[in-house]
């Protein structure tokens, strides 16, 4: 089979996407294929850093990394449209600008907040999956700190968004506030925070967020959301009702719900499977069994572990599947007998990864995480998210050639020496610049 002008279409510039069309560009030169990358914004989301501009601490251009300037030089071609359908049947994606053919697909597209159909939730609170979203949050907190009312900041649930968002904007409020009666409450659902998480870190987790004064009110699913019965709706004053009858009655001058979040709901034409909460079921190689050229990673993405869990919508696992998909994509489209019905993946390892780091922000300058089963804070927990940052942002920049930098993605024992030396070696250059030698 002839393999020029081959065309891979990436949908979602987000962790997923773009770490996959960046690392897969060096290995397609252009008379091999062709790949488009999609996204509806001209920029990428450092979403894991949002609740630090919803907070202030970040400005919106600081987590925003315009796309056409980050792929400049690679063969990658930016269609910036939003992705209205997607036709496995015919290899097309529908944009609003276009229709376009593809010879293999990858679906990045994220995730979008789940409101468990619970009356009052989606019109009474504001969510947090977008920079335009953080933006929003920080005009209402802004006005909040700058009243002299008693005001309520109440975030529903206390997963990971919800935790690190609590913990910045708390910073925000004790720095600036004009008065002290204003008060931010977790609510969560289930008998602990970060459900699934390290029980060591958890604790440690709960304890940072009680000394900032963070009130966390846990095995309380919400019932309903509504505006305040006092009329005093513009401003956004709810009551928020817990699950105990109606007997709790939670008042909140700003809601902001991080209480899940479900795959990202586009039109898939003749539809696949996909779970519960919307994500598309795939095989263990990220694939779609029954569209073998179509595949997908990321938030959207359902991919089991050996022991049938799903993967956590994480952007560290976004990541590893689409470097997994970037060592994988080049033999499928180098091998002769490659058509888009056979099964191109068949002689391939399965996607597998381990979590052995895990870091949580926790405010302006606060982490807390755990590495290789030892929970961490402070100056190292703080280390090791500036030099995870530092890593991504290179690995992206070069493609995957920065394979110092890259390393951090391998997961075989190579690439773990590798990683280690790196770090140690950005460890080294910080304190370096720290005592201006450098
Ligand atoms: C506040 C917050 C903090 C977080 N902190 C962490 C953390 O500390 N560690 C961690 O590992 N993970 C964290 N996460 C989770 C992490 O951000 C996600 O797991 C990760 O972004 C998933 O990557 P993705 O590529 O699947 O989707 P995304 O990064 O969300 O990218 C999806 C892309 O698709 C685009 N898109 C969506 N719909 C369309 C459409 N119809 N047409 C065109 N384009 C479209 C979007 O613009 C976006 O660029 C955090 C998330 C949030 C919100």
Redesign the pocket.
């Known amino acids: 089979m002839n393999t020029a002008n081959k065309r891979i279409i990436i949908?979602?510039?987000?962790?997923?996407?773009l770490f996959l069309a960046t690392n897969v560009a060096r290995y397609m030169k252009e008379k091999t294929g062709e790949i488009i990358l999609?996204?509806?914004?001209p920029y990428?989301?450092l979403?894991?850093e949002?609740?630090l501009v919803a907070a202030g601490f970040r400005t919106a251009n600081d987590v925003k990394i315009p796309i056409l300037g980050l792929i400049e030089g690679m063969n990658i071609k930016f269609i910036q449209?939003?992705?209205k359908q997607i036709r496995p049947d015919t290899n097309q994606v529908i944009l609003e600008s276009a229709k376009i053919h593809y010879d293999l697909l990858i679906i990045?597209?994220?995730?979008s907040t789940k409101y468990f159909d619970i009356k009052g939730a989606e019109e009474n609170s504001l969510p947090?999956?977008s920079i335009t979203d953080a933006s929003l949050i920080y005009d209402r907190i802004s006005s909040i700190v700058n009243s002299d009312k008693k005001q309520s900041v109440v975030i529903v649930g206390g997963g990971?968004?919800g935790v690190?968002?609590g913990g910045a904007l708390s910073d925000f409020i004790n720095e600036n506030r004009k008065s002290d009666s204003i008060s931010v409450t977790i609510i969560e659902a289930l008998p602990t925070i970060l459900s699934g998480w390290d029980k060591r870190l958890v604790m440690k987790v709960e304890e940072v967020l009680l000394e900032k004064g963070i009130r966390i009110i846990k095995r309380s699913p919400v019932a309903k959301v509504e505006k305040n019965a006092d009329g005093s709706d513009d401003d956004g004053n709810n009551d928020i009702f817990l699950s105990d009858e109606g007997k709790s009655k939670i008042q909140s001058s700003l809601t902001i719900w991080t209480a899940g979040i479900k795959g990202?709901n586009?039109p898939i034409n003749p539809e696949v499977e996909k779970t519960k909460d919307g994500k598309i079921i795939l095989n263990e190689f990220c694939q779609i069994d029954r569209y073998p050229n179509v595949f997908s990673?990321?938030?959207?993405a359902a991919v089991r572990d050996d022991t049938g869990k799903l993967y956590p919508?994480?952007?560290?696992?976004?990541v590893r599947e689409a470097k997994y998909l970037s060592d994988l994509i080049p033999k499928h489209f180098g091998n002769e007998d490659t058509s888009a019905a056979s099964h191109p993946l068949s002689v391939d390892k399965k996607f597998e990864y381990t979590i052995n780091v895990q870091?949580?922000?926790l405010g302006n300058d606060d982490y807390v995480g755990f590495i290789n089963n030892h929970v961490i804070s402070g100056n190292l927990a703080k280390l090791v998210e500036e030099f995870s940052q530092s890593a991504y942002i290179k690995t992206l920049k070069s493609g995957g050639r920065d394979v110092l930098n890259t390393s951090l993605y391998g997961d075989d024992t190579f690439s773990h020496i590798l990683s280690g030396i790196t770090f140690a070696q950005f460890t080294f250059v910080k304190w370096l610049k720290k005592h201006s030698l450098v």
């Open positions: 949908l979602g510039a987000g962790y997923g996407g999609v996204d509806k914004n990428h989301q979403l894991q949002i609740h449209s939003t992705v990045c597209l994220g995730a947090l999956r990971a968004t690190s968002l990202y586009i990673i990321g938030d959207i919508p994480i952007a560290q696992i976004a870091l949580i922000s």
